[in-house]
């Protein structure tokens, strides 16, 4: 009775745990065949774009995002190459993941909780941003990490580096309520992405790791101070 009694639950565990992997297995194509769409359709919004727009509205039900989708070619180069310097220097050179860098970020990340300090370091790369911003949320847990990187190499087994790059800027958020490049620039200098000076691209990619933040805060020392490295740095990088 014992005997019968243990393979009645070993069969109940084990379908139970047949049914989490069948889920697991179809949500993954299901994310799958979402990317080789997002190849060939531009996005009419995305993940990140949905949840702030739903933070925002508790306060304003009427609100709407400043969105506007442009072409890769309606992108001033010098935006291209100032994101690509700030955000993932390697972007054209990698596979989708920079371990070396997500270990030292977890080092510093590491010894700044030790010493009580809040600010923390990213290691995610333009590809991984992309994968959280178009598919996911802005919330931190293993979990979804672990989700984030198995989307970063979907996406580079099918997307261009052009294309990834494309997506990025026209998704990324740059300040409360502004998403994408063409967005960004009326926001901030009131002209067109493709108008885009220098200076305008590299202070709009300094504003990337914090731009709710910087959205307010647009002469800061920081700021300055990293727009005239991005300035120096952004003619050092490959861009597809």
């Known amino acids: 009775m014992a005997t019968r009694k243990g393979r009645s639950w070993f069969r109940i565990v084990t379908g139970v745990l047949m049914a989490l992997v069948c889920a ?42 400043k969105y506007e989708w442009v072409p890769y070619d309606k992108i001033n180069r010098t935006l291209k190459r100032a ?22 970020a977890w080092e510093y990340n590491q010894k700044q ?18 994968a959280k911003n178009l598919f996911l949320s802005s919330s931190r847990s293993y979990l979804r990490k672990g989700q984030e990187l198995v989307l970063t190499y979907m996406i580079e087994h099918v997307m261009s580096k052009e ?17 994408g490049a063409e967005a960004a620039a009326r926001h901030y200098f009131n002209t067109s992405a493709a108008s885009l000076g220098a ?37 050092m990088v490959d861009i597809p």
């Open 24 to 65: 697991v297995l179809l949500y993954q194509f299901w994310l799958f065949s979402q990317v080789v769409w997002y190849n060939y359709r531009d996005p009419g919004s995305s993940a990140v774009m949905r949840e702030e727009l739903s933070r925002l509205r508790e306060d304003n039900p009427a609100l709407e995002l």
């Open 163 to 179: 294309r990834i790059l494309e997506l990025y800027l026209n998704v990324a958020e740059w300040g409360v309520g502004v998403f």
């Open 199 to 235: 200076s305008q691209s590299a202070r709009l990619a300094a504003m990337l790791p914090n731009p709710r933040f910087y959205d307010s805060h647009r002469n800061s020392r920081y700021l300055n101070s990293r727009v005239g490295v991005l300035t120096r740095r952004m003619q």
């Open 113 to 130: 909780q030790e010493a009580g300090r809040s600010k923390m370091r990213g290691g995610s790369t333009i590809t991984q941003q992309l």
């Open 83 to 104: 994101v690509v310097a700030s955000e993932d220097s390697k972007f054209t050179e990698h596979d989708g993941v920079e371990w070396d860098a997500i270990r030292k």
